[in-house]
């Protein structure tokens, strides 16, 4: 066999995928009848991968036209599956050079995750589609791609969507550092209050309303002048929890099941904040109570 330089593509980020998406393409070549093989070399700074055909194939219109739309399928699942890593690292270190390095690991890992997890990539989006149209015409028309070169100057919806999946991920990591400030803040106004109750139980009654029973599962006197509908929306409940529980600063605090089904924030932060003092009932007796009764709040 006289073998041909059918396809090069120089590719700067190699991932192991990449080999085996092109060992397909080589396996279908071998499937249509023509011996084809997979070339690895090294031309200057840029690694090639060389699909190398017989001349028949080359010479094949039919199945060169074919052949170049599955390549392209390929290097499209190719380039959104695993060329997302070394984009993302790059649009981090160039638009938030001045997070500390150890600060940066973190923020591209939640990148990461919420890349992995966004549905606008995958197989049938407009940027997928983008890049396999982009992959199509290009390979057309060309015996030579740069995969980096056509990255950066061709996949302009892609490349936005890493973009702005990196800034989600600087949000989202300023936002949990300002809370951990918030909780570290929290913690240290809980050590300097002497314990004024030895023990509180939070419920949520039928409304959604926030209700404080004592040791023996009474309506503490001052809950009953709360008026939680005053508070909009949620967080503002939770808010106010937290800020009556650390001013009440009892020694036990149990959180029955509706809690933290229903306000998980809530839970998460008093479990942080009062650490050890909090604990979770999933099945007591009083859980029971509120399951037959939702509108229970309390022996009067």
Not at 33 to 44: F, N, P, S, V
Request: glycine fraction near 4%.
């Amino acid at each position: 066999m006289t073998a041909l330089a059918l396809i090069s593509i120089a590719v700067k980020h190699v991932t192991p995928g990449l080999k085996q998406k092109l060992e397909e393409c080589v396996f279908f070549s071998q499937q249509a009848g023509y011996q084809a093989a997979l070339e690895e070399k090294q031309i200057g700074q840029w690694p090639h991968m060389i699909l190398n055909c017989c001349e028949a194939a080359a010479a094949d219109k039919q199945f060169n036209n074919v052949f170049r739309r599955q390549l392209a399928e390929k290097l499209t699942h190719y380039i959104v599956a695993e060329q997302a890593l070394p984009y993302l690292k790059y649009l981090l270190l160039h638009n938030y050079f001045y997070f500390p390095q150890d600060e940066r690991k973190i923020i591209l890992t939640l990148a990461e995750q919420k890349y992995s997890d966004n549905p606008g990539k995958n197989q049938g989006s407009l940027i997928y589609t983008e890049i396999l149209h982009c992959l199509q015409e290009f390979l057309q028309r060309s015996d030579y791609i740069n995969l980096h070169g056509l990255i950066i100057f061709r996949l302009r919806l892609w490349l936005k969507l890493l973009q702005q999946t990196v800034d989600k991920a600087v949000d989202d990591f300023l936002l949990e550092k300002e809370y951990q400030e918030f909780i570290k803040l929290l913690k240290y106004f809980v050590s300097l209050q002497q314990p004024k109750i030895d023990e509180i139980h939070v419920t949520v009654d039928a409304e959604g309303n926030f209700c404080l029973l004592d040791l023996q599962q009474q309506a503490l006197d001052w809950e009953r002048d709360i008026d939680w509908d005053s508070c909009e929306g949620s967080s503002d409940k939770e808010d106010q929890l937290v800020s009556m529980l650390i001013t009440a600063a009892p020694k036990q605090i149990i959180l029955h099941r509706d809690v933290y089904t229903h306000y998980p924030r809530a839970a998460d932060t008093l479990e942080h904040v009062f650490e050890n003092r909090v604990s979770l009932c999933r099945h007591c007796k009083l859980c029971r109570a509120l399951s037959k009764n939702t509108n229970y709040k309390g022996k009067n």
